[in-house]
Each structure stands twice: as structure tokens, then as C-alpha cells.
């Protein structure tokens, strides 16, 4: 009877346990964390290259002399065409700012205002009339590309729990489960076995019954 009820349990568990599985696999692809780690690496790569390039530029910029000159002179007009003309090739530059500390001051603007959502990163370079403050807008695409990636890598991780926890609630489900058939089992083997047990007492008594003289 115990074998009969139980049997039935533990292929129904399996089969959800299985089912289970088989319906989270694609998410839960090992693979599939491993490129979306892969592929958050290449993007911080390419951040790291691109920060690198703005201060390859902000060098190139900070080394000509007739810049440096009017920086040390104090001649900002000067100063503004000059970097205007060494910004010219690299449109991604938004603005510059020359001067020490709170004295700092914008020296030129390309004339075109960066979105709300903008990435700007912004390098320094040591100047003879102070450090030279070069804004560069970055391309917004590869940000968004990034995001993508890491809301995906926070969706997988949500999948992987909710698996954690549907595996133990299932478990939790099927040890209560258990135990209930468990106890059914035994009460009804009790009251089975105190049906068969009670006719042959009954019938193992009867022949001290006879000797007494009790013939009912």
C-alpha cells in the first residue's frame, strides 16, 4: 500500500523536476552567461580605449606652442581661435576650459549644446597658464549597446533565482506531501492490520473459551 502511494509521488516529481528544467535551460545556458560576460568586457575594453584616444588628443592639443603661449600670456581670445583650429578635426570635442582650481574659465565651445543623456568625459592636461580641461562628448551608442547587456546579465540572474526558488518550493510542497501520505499509510496499515489481527485473537481464544464452558 505504502510502495502504491508513494511510487506515483516520486514519478510526479520527477516529471516537474524535469519539466522544470527543460523550460529554464535557455535562460539558465551556462553559454549564455558566459558571453554576456564576455561581451560587458569588450564594451568596458572599448571604454578604456576611447578614454584613452581623448587623452591622445587632449596631448596633441596641450603640446602645440602658439596654444601654450597665449594660455601663458593670458590672452584668451587668442587662446579660443587657436584651439578652435586644433579642435576643428575632432568634432567629438564640446568645450575647453583653461585655468587653475575656481579661476578656471572656458575658452572655447564648439557652439552645439550636448544632450541631457550625453556622455561626457573630460581630460586634463598641465598647461604653462594652468591645466587645460578638454570635454569630449562620447558616442552615445555604445552605451546603450552596454546597458542592454548588463539588463540582460540582471534578467538572467533574476531567472536563476526564481528557479532556486521554485526548486524549493517545490521540494518544501513535496516533503509535506510525503509526510501526509506517510501518515495515511500508517493509519490506515493500523487500522487494516487491527481488522485481520482481531478475528484471529477471537479465534485463538476460542478453545480456552470451550474449556471454561463458555459455548456462545
Known sequence: LFLAMLVPLLVSAYLVESLLDESLSIGLNPRVRSQLNATLDVYRELFRTQKQLYQAIGSRIAADPALAAALAAGNTAAAAQVFGDLARPHPEILRAAAGPGEARAIIWRSGREAEADAHLLTVEQEMPGGPLA????????PFVQMR???????????????????GRFFATVYLIVFGAVTAAVLYLGIRLTRRFVRPLRDLAAAPERVRRGDLD
Open 148 to 166: 542592454g547587456v548588463q539588463e540582460a546579465g540582471e534578467i538572467y540572474g533574476h531567472v536563476a533565482d526564481i528557479r532556486q526558488r521554485i
Open 134 to 141: 578638454v570635454t569630449f562628448v562620447a558616442p552615445e551608442g
